[in-house]
């Protein structure tokens, strides 16, 4: 099945084919362009929207999940990224005044990271099965700390200025 339409102010397609269903639309205006494409057995869908001021992307396939989202205005910028069997999450976000976070992890590694800026702030987490790591910086007055711990050893650190201040501790079995 084929349908095109169009007037003045909309432009509209359609196409449509069955067995291993296969459907795509177009439809755009003055202000609004709409793009979608699905297609089954393996489930493969992807959509993409835009305004003036805003942009968004879909994009989903199944068996292996693959989950992808793209969305932006002139403030806001916005990225996810998401797949599995090995776990992998993948966040974006910025603004004028910059955020950034990011998350990722599988079997074997988990990672996190914040960041932020103007008065600037960094966050970091990272673990195995063996190893699991922490660190925090921040600015202006700044402060660090530091953790990172092993199945035997544990060991801490903190910073921070203007009247300095340093601690420092360590820990094993013995």
Known sequence: MYTKMSTNTLSMYTK????????????????LSMYTKMS?????????????????Y???????????????????SMYTKMSTNTLSMY?????????MYTKMSTNTLSMYTKMSTN?????????TNTLSMYTKMST???????????NTLSMYTKMSTNTLSMYTKINTNT
Request: a positive charge; glycine letters at 0%; proline letters at 0%.
């Open 119 to 127: 008065t600037l702030s960094m966050y970091t987490k990272m673990s």
């Open 16 to 31: 449509m084919s069955t067995n291993t269903l296969s459907m795509y639309t177009k439809m755009s205006t003055n202000t």
């Open 40 to 56: 089954t057995n393996t489930l493969s869908m992807y959509t993409k929207m835009s305004t003036n001021t805003l942009s968004m």
């Open 91 to 99: 966040t974006k976000m910025s603004t004028n005044t910059l955020s």
């Open 140 to 150: 202006n007055t700044l402060s660090m700390y530091t953790k990172m711990s092993t």
């Open 58 to 76: 879909t994009k989903m396939s199944t068996n292996t999940l693959s989950m992808y989202t793209k969305m932006s205005t002139n403030t806001l």
